[in-house]
């Protein structure tokens, strides 16, 4: 997160709940976004749990420690087992900053699809070959599945949970946003192509999908979402100002 505060950190993350709960992304109270604390090592701010997305503020969000537990001194609720993801993915990804896992309807039906996201579109191939899959294994999150998830995900982008939902991480709370919304609409044009086409939509070579993703990413030094989250802030109804 480089030279980040926590006040930006919050009103970033406060944002993309917002954010997600306007475009329906939101499942009532479950789900999770998750970003490092600046400075704070092991630290992660989360939601309260029993808050829509449309409420979280950056001052009702929770820090916790890698293991879920409350780890500010509010006593808030939060949900451990939800954060179960997070936790493991965080303490193995160092530059996962932020984790974003979401039950969007166009994810989950991605997420039944045996064949993947195929790069059947543009935002598709910035994707091309950076996503992990994680077969779906009950509700509960045990030990030796955290292990085989962060296994699946190893440096990649994001995950296809399987019979599940998506999710992304990123260096900042921008970057994840934005491939989870590159990863929305390339679900939602690969299930409408595969209906209008009889399941057999055009796709492009794996040596177009590859060029296309390196010039996409160039040199990888600048997250993805660098260009669009000041827009997507800007969008908001209420625009979050962090505290100095």
Known sequence: MGSESESIVRRDLA???????????????????????PGEPGR??????????????PENLVKVDVAGRVADGSGAP??????AI?????????DAHCVLHLH???????????????PCSQPAMRLFRRLGRHPYEGLA?????????????????????????????????AEAFVLMMLIERAAQVQA????????????????????TYRQWVG??????????????LRSLDDPISPKP
Not at 154 to 168: R, S
């Open 44 to 57: 992660y701010l989360l939601n309260r749990f029993g808050l829509r997305f449309a409420e979280i503020a």
């Open 219 to 232: 040199d990888g030094r600048t997250p993805e979402g660098a260009d669009e989250w000041p827009a997507l």
């Open 78 to 83: 939060v949900n451990p087992s939800g954060f």
């Open 192 to 211: 409408r192509a595969m209906a209008a086409t009889g399941g057999k939509p055009l796709v492009a070579s794996d040596e177009v999908a590859e060029r």
């Open 15 to 37: 944002a993309a709940y917002r954010l997600a709960a306007r475009r329906g992304w939101d499942d009532t109270v479950w789900t999770h976004i998750s970003a490092s604390v």
């Open 104 to 118: 969007t309807p166009w994810g989950q039906a991605l997420a039944a699809m045996p064949q993947g996201l195929m």
């Open 86 to 94: 997070h936790g493991c993915i965080h303490a193995a990804r160092p």
């Open 141 to 173: 999150f045990t030990a030796d599945e955290q292990r085989r998830l962060v296994l699946a995900l190893g440096n990649l982008d994001g995950l296809i949970l399987e019979n599940h939902g998506i999710l992304t991480v990123g260096r900042t709370v």
